[in-house]
T-cell receptor, first 120, second 112 residues
Framework: GAVVSQHPSRVICKSGTSVKIECRSLDFQATTMFWYRQFPKKSLMLMATSNEGSKATYEQGVEKDKFLINHASLTLSTLTVTSAHPEDSSFYIC????????????????FGPGTRLTVL | SQKIEQNSEALNIQEGKTATLTCNYTNYSPAYLQWYRQDPGRGPVFLLLIRENEKEKRKERLKVTFDTTLKQSLFHITASQPADSATYLCALTTGTASKLTFGTGTRLQVTL
């Protein structure tokens, strides 16, 4: 259980184009999903927190107009990198939290396999 | 400023030995501390969570300790195997927001 998928796993695009990445919780409902970015040999940096049916909350320094997040259903969140540039090349990872219960399970996050974005 | 530091970027140990990884934090009051495993080109996989009022947690060959006075967590893998080779990340959660802040990670290499 608790499987999160991402699509695509790899994408190469030209500078100036937009890229959409999908994150799906396959066997549970995720009221909250998180989007992270990871540069080579660096740790994961939280970009934004996405709650189903409401606007995403972005971390300081993350441009919300550049990284558009939509969490339209309990099993799907999308991240769109608009007008991508080479410096946006990175490993993007989503995670999902199970239903908003109580206890320690509330804080476990289940991560997708990641999407490698390369902007030429 | 807030920091989460893991003791070394890389750790090499021999198969069968116990691997001990360290996570130190400053200027945080974490409610929960978690450990994740990440393989190259993959997303992290949850391993263990320990609460601020717990001293120790075990799961099979894994053991985590949490010392809020020292502001440190130790992660042990006993009877290590080559398959344990991966990057291990500690992550903190403060309060109920459950937003995770990750450490820099330690790359563990277990050799025969």
């Amino acid at each position: 259980g608790a499987v999160v998928s991402q699509h695509p796993s790899r994408v190469i695009c030209k500078s100036g184009t937009s890229v959409k990445i999908e994150c799906r919780s396959l066997d549970f409902q995720a009221t909250t999903m998180f989007w992270y970015r990871q540069f080579p040999k660096k740790s994961l940096m939280l970009m934004a927190t996405s709650n189903e049916g409401s606007k995403a909350t972005y971390e300081q320094g993350v441009e919300k107009d550049k990284f558009l997040i939509n969490h339209a259903s309990l099993t799907l969140s999308t991240l769109t990198v608009t007008s991508a540039h080479p410096e946006d090349s990175s490993f993007y990872i989503c995670s999902a939290r199970d239903s908003p219960g109580t206890g320690t399970s509330f804080h476990e996050q289940f991560f997708g396999p990641g999407t490698r974005l390369t902007v030429l | 400023s807030q920091k989460i530091e893991q003791n070394s970027e890389a750790l090499n140990i021999q198969e069968g030995k116990t691997a001990t990884l360290t996570c130190n934090y400053t200027n945080y009051s974490p409610a929960y501390l978690q450990w994740y495993r990440q393989d190259p080109g993959r997303g992290p996989v949850f391993l263990l969570l320990i609460r601020e009022n717990e001293k120790e947690k075990r799961k099979e060959r894994l053991k985590v300790t949490f010392d809020t006075t020292l502001k440190q967590s130790l992660f042990h893998i006993t009877a290590s195997q080559p398959a344990d080779s991966a990057t291990y990340l500690c992550a903190l959660t403060t309060g109920t927001a459950s937003k995770l802040t990750f450490g820099t990670g330690t790359r563990l290499q277990v050799t025969l």
